[in-house]
């Protein structure tokens, strides 16, 4: 069955004109991320529930590691709720068949909003009622409500005790040790915002210290991929990343091009909107809309890309506290003559800031070079190819009105992840060896979730 609901979009808007605004938008929308990038008679079951999530995601300024998170319960709930009822994949979750005369949209959605709203903490009771009208009343979509709720609460059950709720507090928990020497990570100091761009807190707290000792979605541990040791601030090679960031990533460089300032921008991706996973999930809609998948297949993939999100963001928060490195800000601020560096390029600037905002917790390695891997990854082996083209504005450009109607062009996803990834160099936020090992890391979670997870049955 091709996914091609033309009615879809006729239906939900109807609904919607019928209730009171406030709550997620429907395509067609502005506040819609699909809107922009989704031909309309494209739009399903799928993608319109992903659209819900990434706007929950903004309105609530949730943070990428924990948004990560979101988006791997709610798409593999609503995945495994659709299986039940087709079977044509394997799954380790247990959830064996569905009842005779279960719908597998209707399954979906229900098990989708289920799980998001334990994730988000938002009933989403508006957004359900305006997908169920479109389903007509009786004994079929009775039964579909009952087995998509039962899936999300088999699937929020086996979660719960997977590291999840310490994680969303800012205090370490004895997961990880401190590192003793020169490299270890501090808070980022009050001079760090943008006008008219984000800030962050002054002096905030490490983001998430335990998120990286949760419970993998794909990945046999959180350190499975986790990162080499760092180098030695005294090395050569040290002092070639030291000059790179210097040279190139501060608030006021002369050498960092129009064109890397713009990427810098484009992807700096919150925190006031879809984060980084939630960027990939809408590129990965752009991308494979035309594909022709099926339902199920569709399904699938989005609940890999949800895994390989969450995954990634364990395995970048795992490598980021093991390795409690600090980020360039601090080291050419403050720490330079600490280093022991003889290479004459190691010297501090006082007044150095970086050109975005510095996030608040350690740099080794890129959450955002971790996400785009594991993400152009896994769509360009579910497409067939890595050579795409496509194009997008940013989704989110109320955060930074310096790239508003700045659109971005990519000859393949692999350079959309680099880019993406060096993003962060040209913003001054991370050493080139994070984005290197972030990069490597989200191809290898990819590629492991791909082939082994989710198998087709035989048959």
């Not at 409500?145 to 609460?153: L, P, S």
């Not at 403050?334 to 608040?360: G, L, M, Y």
Request: glycine share 8%.
């Amino acid at each position: 069955m091709s996914i091609n609901r033309r009615h879809f979009l006729q239906g939900t808007l109807a609904v919607a004109a019928l209730t009171n605004a406030g709550c997620a938008a429907q395509m067609g929308s502005s506040s819609s991320y699909l809107t922009p990038i989704l031909k309309p008679e494209l739009n399903n079951t799928v993608f319109h529930w992903i659209d819900i999530a990434l706007q929950q995601t903004r309105d609530q300024r949730i943070a990428p590691p924990r948004a990560a998170y979101n988006f791997a319960l709610a798409t593999t709930a609503g995945f495994l709720a659709a299986n039940g009822v087709k079977r044509q994949y394997g799954e380790r979750f247990g959830v064996g068949s569905a009842p005779a005369g279960v719908d597998p949209e209707i399954a979906y959605g229900i098990a989708f909003a289920k799980a998001a709203a334990e994730a988000f903490q938002q009933p989403f009771v508006f957004e359900q009622s305006v997908f169920l009208k479109q389903f007509s009343d009786g004994h079929a979509k009775t039964v579909s409500i009952a087995w998509g709720e039962a899936v999300a609460r088999h699937i929020i059950q086996q979660r719960t005790d997977d590291g999840s709720e310490p994680s969303e507090s800012n205090f370490y928990f004895d997961r990880y040790q401190r590192r003793d020497d020169v490299l270890r990570w501090s808070p980022t100091g009050p001079f760090y915002s943008a006008k008219p761009g984000p800030a962050f807190s002054s002096y905030a707290r490490p983001l998430f210290p335990g998120h990286g000792a949760i419970k993998p979605w794909t990945m046999s541990s959180g350190k499975q991929f986790r990162a080499p040791d760092f180098y030695d601030p005294a090395s050569p090679e040290f002092a070639k990343e030291f000059h790179l960031v210097k040279h190139i990533g501060g608030k006021d460089s002369k050498h960092r091009t129009s064109d890397q300032e713009e990427i810098a921008l484009f992807w700096e991706d919150g925190p006031w909107g879809l984060t980084p996973p939630g960027h990939y999930l809408l590129v990965a809609i752009q991308v494979l809309q035309n594909r022709k998948l099926s339902f199920i297949e569709l399904a699938r993939t989005f609940a890999l890309l949800g895994m390989v999100q969450g995954d990634a963001s364990i395995s970048a928060w795992d490598s980021k506290y093991a390795h409690d490195v600090l980020r360039p800000e601090t080291a050419i601020r403050d720490r330079a003559a600490k280093f022991q560096n003889s290479d004459p390029r190691v010297q501090a600037s006082s007044k150095w800031q970086s050109f975005i905002p510095t996030p608040e917790f350690p740099s080794y390695t890129s959450g955002h070079s971790t996400f785009g891997a594991a993400a152009a990854k896994l769509i360009a082996l579910v497409y067939g190819r890595d050579r795409v083209s496509f194009s997008h504005e940013s989704p989110d450009q109320v955060i930074w009105p310096q790239i508003k109607n700045k659109r971005r062009h990519w000859t393949s996803l692999s350079k959309c992840a680099e880019e993406n990834g060096m993003s962060r160099i040209y913003g001054g936020v991370h050493w080139m060896m994070d984005h290197k090992h972030g990069m490597k890391a989200g191809e290898n979670i990819a590629k492991q979730a791909f082939y082994h997870t989710f198998p087709k049955r035989a048959g």
